[in-house]
């Protein structure tokens, strides 16, 4: 899944190490746009989007951000035209197949998050499989949120809460933010210090709704194909240069 760029391989000069985040978030958004302007089918637009988010990981990875969040494919994605959503499936299932090995070699742990039995069987072959054969690897966390929404997670966590609270397993006194937090698909990784949204949409789409919550957001109106270092280092140095006070002066 990561593909090599011969451009700003080091981390560039005017940021600070520091200062990363050390968890990104993206909201992929522009692909179809991206395509009709080139006079090409949607379709060209994903497969390019594939290439962006190949080097935005290799990007992370180069210059030691810890953890990448995508957003792929969104709960209400399923209302999009039939041919477009079979098409994304498809190539989601060819990707993971494709890159599994290097992704092993670049110890690229990934991850997937949402509600993942409503894909296609073939799919979620593969998504365990590459879950189970990364989940040791330490350099970079890479989680792909698929069929995701932000409310639906919250609803399955006060599910599963109020299942235990009936079962006398916990008491309500006990649900506090920690608590709920580990019912979240997104347990593992923590929140995202910044979310980086392309197309110029200004709204986060059902997107990690919990986890947001004191998130910075760049919002940029380059399409996602054409996201790529140059912009992934705008975007890093917007954030350095803001002062997150967590609602403290």
Known sequence: ???????????????????????????????????????????????????????????????????????????????????????????????????????????VQINFVGNLQALPPSLQAEIARSMEQTRQNEDIAFTVATNYGGRQEILQACRAIATQVQQGLIHPDDIDEVLFERHLYTTNVGDPDLLIRTSGEMRISNFLLWQLAYSELYVTDTLWPDFDRQEFHLALRSYQQRHRRFGKV
């Open 1 to 107: 899944m990561i593909t090599k760029s011969s451009t700003l391989q080091q981390l560039p000069a005017d940021l600070d190490r520091e200062r990363l985040p050390r968890h990104v978030a993206v909201i992929m958004d522009g692909n179809g746009r991206w395509a009709k302007r080139q006079g090409m089918p949607r379709i060209m637009g994903h497969r390019r989007g594939v290439d962006a988010l190949k080097d935005l990981l290799r990007c992370c990875k180069d210059w030691g951000i810890k953890a990448l969040t995508a957003y792929a494919f969104s709960s209400e994605n399923w209302g999009r035209p039939l041919e477009e959503v079979n098409f994304l499936m498809t190539l989601f299932e060819r990707v993971l197949r494709q890159e599994l090995q290097e992704m092993m070699e670049e110890n």
